[in-house]
């Protein structure tokens, strides 16, 4: 049975950080994103990496949030710094990439919320 298993979500003020953690069960190894979705917005693809560590992260983070993975733990990480309000939202991790860009595996979401 595959698990994504996110922690690190939290209430933090402008300008802090988090660092989101996802431990995967179940899975072999596949390519790995963090989406995140506000209300009353569309889910949004937020940074994604592959199994050999090429990554992508969306322009509205970039610079501010990483991704990364540690394929001997089975974690993928989201370090976000410099948090802005607009940052808040529910944040899921994700596994096995298709073509069409959307993924097959979701964790249960974290939620992340940025005071001003």
């Known amino acids: 049975q595959v698990q994504l298993v996110e922690s690190g979500g939290g209430l933090v003020q402008a300008g802090g950080s988090l660092r989101l953690s996802c431990e995967a069960s179940?899975?072999?190894?596949?390519?790995m994103g963090w989406h995140r979705q506000a209300p009353g917005k569309e889910r949004e693809l937020v940074a994604a990496?592959?199994?050999?560590?090429?990554?992508y992260t969306a322009d509205s983070v970039k610079g501010r949030f990483a991704i990364s993975r540690d394929n001997a733990r089975n974690t993928v990480y989201l370090q976000m710094n410099s948090l802005k309000p607009e940052d808040t939202a529910v944040y899921y991790c994700?596994?096995?990439?298709?073509?069409?860009?959307?993924?097959?595996?979701w964790g249960q979401g974290t939620q992340v919320t940025v005071s001003s």
């Open positions: 994700t596994s096995k990439p298709k073509r069409d860009g959307s993924y097959d595996y």
């Open positions: 990496i592959s199994v050999f560590g090429i990554t």
């Open positions: 179940g899975l072999g190894s596949y390519g």
